[in-house]
Nanobody
Framework: VQLQASGGGLVQAGGSLRLSCAAS????????MGWFRQAPGKEREFVAA????????YFADSVKGRFTISRDNAKTTVYLQMNSLEPEDTAVYYC?????????????????WGQGTLVTVSS
């Protein structure tokens, strides 16, 4: 499966962005999906995950209450709505698919990764 992340850009602190992760080559309707991010000089970190059905979602404490994750299995797309953005949210954001498990916060659980989209939040 190929994953294409998009929607990144430059936004002022307090603003919003919606990232999309479009899948091709294989349906993702039975896969848990996740978003991770990597800031310059830092390790990749978990942001959010969603079960294959969309009924369960998980968030890092740093984004809880500001970000939401959703999916449209008919469109094979996963979204990350980011509100109240802070300069600390600046990073390259990656979407990923867990083809065998339930996703979660561990990057090793994910089998396929998109190329990343850059989010820059100015203060």
């Amino acid at each position: 499966v190929q994953l294409q992340a998009s929607g990144g850009g430059l936004v002022q602190a307090g603003g919003s962005l919606r990232l999309s992760c479009a899948a091709s080559g294989r349906t993702i309707s039975t896969y848990a999906m996740g978003w991770f991010r990597q800031a310059p000089g830092k390790e990749r970190e978990f942001v959010a995950a969603i079960s294959w059905s969309g009924r369960r979602t998980y968030f890092a404490d740093s984004v809880k209450g500001r970000f939401t994750i959703s999916r449209d299995n008919a469109k094979t797309t996963v979204y990350l709505q980011m509100n109240s953005l802070e300069p600390e949210d600046t990073a390259v954001y990656y979407c990923a698919a867990d083809t065998v498990g339930s996703g979660g916060a561990t990057s090793h659980s994910y089998d396929y990764w998109g190329q990343g989209t850059l989010v820059t939040v100015s203060s």
